[in-house]
């Protein structure tokens, strides 16, 4: 069978065929993602600027704003504008560079929010311990081995999407190039490469999975045990944020990643696919600044100063 892959041109999923309704999800996506633009990147500046969010949470805080930036921008522009011009090509360059950074930021997100819960564990059950335990040194390390380590997926599985066979059909069943949709069109009957980046990548899903429950399972044991309930309600503040941003993200992967790609996918997948890969990213900062009354006191801040400066 010949190796067509030299033919670098897939084409992308649309979500209809009628320009009418191609201007409406530009339009939609473009806004959605205006929203997830603006809000991970007031976190990042708020944390930034403001000395008193110069903590271990806020700090992963800052770099799971960034990851969600970094992830969304990888996917929404691209959709967005072969709506626009309605062309639905990638090349083969671009779709291998989309599986990389998908992956990469993917992986990285759950690495954060595991250091997340490890970080409101430590706060509620060994709240005496928490700033030699959580040391800038501990955060930092842990943020760039979650960038890295990642980094090293991304690569194993993109350079397993460059050694797949494609000699039938380019039409990649999804809006985005990620893997199982790829693997759906290609011709190649082995792909080693990608099946064990698979198997080492549910290990390590597995693994924070488990880290994130055994944390959240000692934080609501010590939680009940405090006798008073505002001493409760204010512990159990601390981690809401990040309990929701955490099953959000869980909920759309499981919702998401358990069904196969389809050759012709419905309307229902398509929502699916959006809800893993554009609802977090721009739900995530929205969850963070209505629930975070620092967030909400530093933005206050910000802005009485930028007022007094026009005065």
Same mark, same amino acid.
């Given at each position: 069978?010949?190796?067509?892959?030299?033919?670098?041109?897939?084409? !992308?999923?649309?979500?209809?065929?009628?320009?009418?309704?191609? #201007?409406?999800?530009?339009?939609?996506? !473009?806004?959605?993602?205006? #929203?997830?633009?603006?809000?991970?990147?007031?976190?990042?500046?708020?944390?930034?600027?403001?000395?008193?969010?110069?903590?271990?949470?806020?700090?992963?805080?800052?770099?799971?704003?960034?990851?969600?930036?970094?992830?969304?921008?990888?996917?929404?522009?691209?959709?967005?504008?072969?709506?626009?011009?309605?062309?639905?090509?990638?090349?083969?360059?671009?779709?291998?560079?989309?599986?990389?950074?998908?992956?990469?930021?993917?992986?990285?997100?759950?690495?954060?929010?595991?250091?997340?819960? &490890?970080?409101?564990?430590?706060?509620?059950?060994?709240?005496?311990?928490?700033?030699?335990?959580?040391?800038?040194?501990?955060?930092?390390?842990?943020?760039?081995?979650?960038?890295?380590?990642?980094?090293?997926?991304?690569?194993?599985?993109?350079?397993?999407?460059?050694?797949?066979?494609?000699?039938?059909?380019?039409?990649?069943?999804?809006?985005?190039?990620?893997?199982?949709?790829?693997?759906?069109?290609?011709?190649?009957?082995?792909?080693?490469?990608?099946?064990?980046?698979?198997?080492?990548?549910?290990?390590?899903?597995?693994?924070?999975?488990?880290?994130?429950?055994?944390? &959240?399972?000692?934080?609501?044991?010590? #939680?009940?045990?405090?006798?008073? #309930?505002?001493?409760?309600?204010?512990?159990?503040?601390?981690?809401?944020?990040?309990?929701?941003?955490?099953?959000?993200?869980?909920?759309?992967?499981?919702?998401?990643?358990?069904?196969?790609?389809?050759?012709?996918?419905?309307?229902?997948?398509?929502?699916?696919?959006?809800?893993?890969?554009?609802?977090?990213?721009?739900?995530?900062?929205?969850?963070?600044?209505?629930?975070?009354?620092?967030?909400?006191?530093?933005?206050?801040?910000?802005?009485?100063?930028?007022?007094?400066?026009?005065?």
């Amino acid at each position: 069978m010949t190796n067509n892959t030299e033919e670098t041109e897939f084409f !992308l999923l649309g979500f209809s065929d009628t320009r009418e309704l191609q #201007v409406l999800h530009a339009f939609l996506f !473009l806004l959605t993602y205006l #929203v997830a633009l603006m809000g991970n990147l007031l976190i990042i500046t708020l944390i930034t600027l403001d000395q008193c969010l110069h903590t271990p949470m806020y700090f992963f805080l800052k770099n799971l704003s960034l990851v969600d930036l970094c992830f969304i921008s990888t996917i929404v522009p691209k959709s967005i504008l072969n709506s626009l011009s309605n062309k639905s090509t990638i090349s083969l360059q671009g779709c291998v560079l989309q599986v990389l950074l998908v992956i990469h930021f993917a992986g990285t997100e759950v690495f954060i929010l595991t250091a997340m819960s &490890y970080d409101c564990y430590v706060a509620i059950c060994h709240p005496l311990h928490h700033d030699t335990i959580m040391s800038r040194g501990f955060c930092v390390r842990m943020a760039a081995a979650s960038w890295l380590w990642r980094s090293l997926f991304g690569t194993l599985y993109s350079a397993g999407t460059v050694s797949l066979s494609f000699c039938g059909s380019r039409k990649v069943p999804q809006f985005f190039c990620d893997v199982p949709s790829l693997l759906k069109i290609s011709c190649s009957k082995a792909h080693m490469t990608i099946d064990i980046s698979v198997a080492i990548g549910m290990f390590y899903f597995f693994v924070c999975l488990l880290a994130i429950v055994y944390s &959240y399972v000692c934080i609501f044991s010590t #939680v009940l045990s405090i006798p008073s #309930v505002q001493g409760r309600s204010k512990a159990f503040s601390t981690c809401l944020p990040h309990l929701i941003v955490v099953t959000t993200f869980l909920l759309t992967r499981a919702i998401a990643y358990p069904k196969p790609a389809s050759e012709s996918p419905t309307f229902l997948d398509l929502l699916v696919s959006v809800l893993y890969s554009v609802v977090p990213p721009t739900l995530n900062p929205i969850v963070y600044s209505l629930r975070n009354k620092e967030i909400r006191a530093a933005l206050r801040k910000i802005l009485w100063k930028l007022c007094g400066n026009k005065k």
